[in-house]
């Protein structure tokens, strides 16, 4: 049978494992999966245990033993399950953070991130291989933007994680390495499976979206109406600072980007959380803390303060301690509900980006004769 188009796969495996027109089967929908497997003469309760199998994150159809052979070596030959191999993995001797870096089935590497707290666990993964946003304080983008993931990507992270660490995930983050609007389609895709009540069943309300302030993806996202937490990474508390720290602001400027935040909010009534890196000289001044409190006046809204990280294709660095804690009692002191992130995996010593950079000079460095 023809493969549905919307579902083949956007790329190759390395030589030997060509999944080229194969169908991407763990992206796909229940309803889609229905409609496959009625289009191969299988009984309607297999979809719903085809999806269970794709959702729990096996990487084999042998693993699948309530399908009858016959039917997998089918699926085998149409379609293909997405997977992520780990080639690196650090655990944090302070916390218990794990960091992983990924390979995909073409060779490249992505980051994710595995958080305990109070609450349960979190994790942080990555939508896209690369980043084209170019901020000047984050390592994704050095490379550039290689390509998009696939929602089967996406949910693998969680899936690796859950099955690595015998645990179960309660909270995702979209913040690791990528914009996930600059990825819209698959970004949605991902929202939908993972939430569904015959996979993961992860709550939206448990899920956050990070974006750089891609204007018209937001409100494309205000029209799905989830309920997720949509994060800004704003860092800026004017344009001067913004257009030099995140050349997204010279494409959707600071008043483009807030006004979409309350088009967003009006449709979704849903609390708006400002990511706030700050850097020392830079954007960290009692007078920025006002700007900033101004700029957001009106928003329903929370401000997360980061300590910036550096990386070694700038000179930035984080404010102390002390001052880190008076911008943010300014901040409070002008009515916004602030807080500092807590820092996790801090002897890894690795933001975004960096892992992957770190390994694939290392793999570089192994593979010269």
Not at 23 to 44: C, F, H, I, R, T
Not at 48 to 69: A, H
């Amino acid at each position: 049978m023809t493969a549905p188009t919307d579902f083949i796969a956007p790329f190759c495996k390395k030589a030997g494992d060509n999944i080229t027109n194969k169908l991407d089967l763990k992206s796909m929908s229940s309803q889609a999966l229905s409609k496959l497997l009625e289009d191969l003469g299988q009984p309607k309760f297999r979809a719903l245990q085809l999806f269970k199998w794709l959702q729990s994150g096996v990487d084999s159809f042998d693993e699948m033993t309530n399908i009858p052979l016959s039917l997998r070596k089918e699926l085998n030959e149409l379609g293909y399950i997405a997977t992520v191999k780990p080639v690196r993995k650090y655990v944090s001797k302070i916390d218990g953070t794990v960091k992983y870096v990924y390979e995909l089935f073409d060779g490249e590497l992505i980051e994710s991130v595995l958080m305990k707290y109070e609450h349960g666990y979190t994790v942080c993964i990555s939508t896209q291989v690369g980043c084209r946003m170019g901020c000047k304080f984050c390592a994704s983008g050095i490379y550039g933007l290689t390509r998009n993931l696939t929602a089967s990507e996406m949910l693998s992270q969680i899936t690796y994680a859950e099955r690595d660490n015998n645990i179960r995930i309660s909270n995702v983050v979209m913040m690791g390495m990528g914009e996930p609007l600059d990825n819209f389609d698959n970004s949605v895709a991902f929202l939908k499976l993972v939430s569904d009540d015959n996979g993961l069943n992860i709550g939206l309300r448990h899920i956050s979206l990070s974006t750089s302030g891609v204007v018209s993806g937001i409100d494309r996202l205000a029209e799905y109406n989830f309920p997720i937490t949509l994060s800004i990474s704003l860092h800026a508390p004017n344009d001067e600072i913004r257009n030099r720290t995140m050349p997204v602001n010279k494409r959707w400027n600071i008043t483009e980007l807030l006004n979409s935040c309350r088009r967003y909010q009006k449709v979704t009534s849903r609390r708006i959380s400002f990511e706030y890196a700050l850097i020392e000289g830079v954007n960290d001044s009692d007078e920025n803390a006002k700007q900033l409190a101004s700029v957001l006046k009106g928003i329903m809204c929370h401000v997360n303060l980061i300590p910036a990280n550096p990386i070694k294709e700038n000179t930035f660095k984080k404010p102390d301690r002390k001052a880190i804690i008076a911008f943010q009692k300014k901040l409070e002191d002008y009515g916004i509900t602030t807080t500092i992130r807590r820092t996790l995996g801090a002897d890894i010593n690795a933001s975004c980006g960096q892992l992957k950079k770190k390994t694939k000079e290392e793999i570089a460095g192994a593979n010269i004769c």
